[in-house]
């Protein structure tokens, strides 16, 4: 009966996965995959600088956001903590992987703690126009923050068998767009592309694999946007670039990372490479600074972003928990300097 609890969310069909397939070819049996040929090996090895516990010994700072909104040309955005960023351009407002509850286990009371205190609750947010999934995994997809967010949200663009989730929470089918790898869909000024990721999906212990997971570009009239989800590194970051060219910004997956899972999630020196590979001017370290959910010090992915995002160049901002950054301002990594240290 443990397996029917709502907050797992609903189950992938044998007769889902053969719709599918016609859509996603990278599915056997009843899983999707990530393709063989386009695997990297690691290019770094689990070196750690931070000697850091892995829950910081105070609470991070959270600045108040700036929810207002963007003018037209510019884009803003506000991140929250782990992977939940709030994406303000032309006018629109798209809300990805959002979790902003204190703990985001199927069972509320337990599970990992946030490490800040958010100034803000849901009901601060403005309207949301999209709210975007990059995969089922409960620290980016929780069912009362969605339930919450509802009555704001216009659409819900997920990957492939993510919309089924929603559906049995009681979001309104007519508002989900689910996508396969390399397929789009258009929202007012903005269009939406689902593309691959290398990681895996679930939110039980069996079952796994049976939803899509992907990242996603996002295109407006005047920029372009790029969110990894989760994953490790890959080929699939140069054929982005291929597709799609270069990305005013990109959200980028750097924490979270051991030797076991070495080819579902990123070292940071990976993500700042793979950053590069995928045609990003600005990148912003995200799955990092709000949870624990691994063995490395908490602070150990942001100081190994910085670094080797110093050693080959790559521009970065590094925002502070809820600090909200415009187009227009410089690059921002004081906060994580004075935090770290």
């Excluded at 689902?194 to 069996?206: A, M, N, V």
């Excluded at 597709?243 to 030797?259: K, P, S, T, V």
């Amino acid at each position: 009966m443990f397996r029917l609890y709502p907050p797992f969310g609903a189950n992938t069909t044998e007769k889902d996965l053969k719709e599918y397939i016609k859509r996603n070819p990278y599915i056997l049996g009843n899983k999707f995959l990530y393709p063989k040929e386009w695997e990297l090996k690691g290019m770094q090895s689990n070196r750690k600088l931070s000697k850091e516990k892995t829950v910081p010994a105070k609470k991070i700072h959270a600045s108040t956001p700036d929810f207002s909104p963007s003018d037209i040309g510019e884009y803003k955005f506000t991140w929250f903590g782990h992977s939940s960023v709030l994406l303000q351009s032309d006018g629109m407002n798209v809300l990805i992987d959002p979790v902003l509850t204190e703990r985001f286990f199927p069972i509320p009371w337990m599970g990992p703690k946030r490490f800040s205190e958010l100034p803000i609750g849901i009901s601060d947010l403005p309207d949301i126009d999209v709210v975007l999934i990059t995969h089922d995994h409960h620290d980016h997809l929780e069912p009362r923050t969605i339930k919450a967010l509802d009555k704001k949200v216009s659409r819900y663009i997920v990957p492939l068998g993510v919309e089924k989730h929603l559906i049995k929470w009681g979001i309104d089918r007519d508002r989900i767009v689910s996508l396969a790898w390399w397929e789009n869909t258009t929202f007012r000024s903005m269009e939406f592309n689902c593309t691959p990721s290398r990681h895996f999906s679930g939110r039980r212990l069996t079952g796994q694999k049976r939803t899509e997971y992907c990242s996603w570009v996002i295109k407006t009239p005047y920029h372009s946007f790029f969110d990894s989800g989760d994953g490790s590194l890959g080929r699939h970051f140069e054929l982005i670039h291929e597709r799609f060219g270069d990305f005013d910004l990109a959200f980028m997956e750097c924490g979270q990372y051991n030797e076991k899972w070495h080819y579902s999630h990123m070292y940071p020196e990976e993500s700042v490479h793979m950053a590069k590979k995928v045609g990003a001017r600005l990148s912003v370290p995200v799955h990092w600074g709000s949870f624990v959910l691994s063995e490395h010090a908490w602070d150990d992915p942001i100081k190994r972003f910085v670094k080797e995002a110093g050693n080959i160049g790559l521009d970065i901002l590094a925002p502070g928990i809820c600090q909200t950054i415009r187009s227009s301002d410089n690059e921002h990594t004081d906060f994580w300097n004075k935090e770290v240290q």
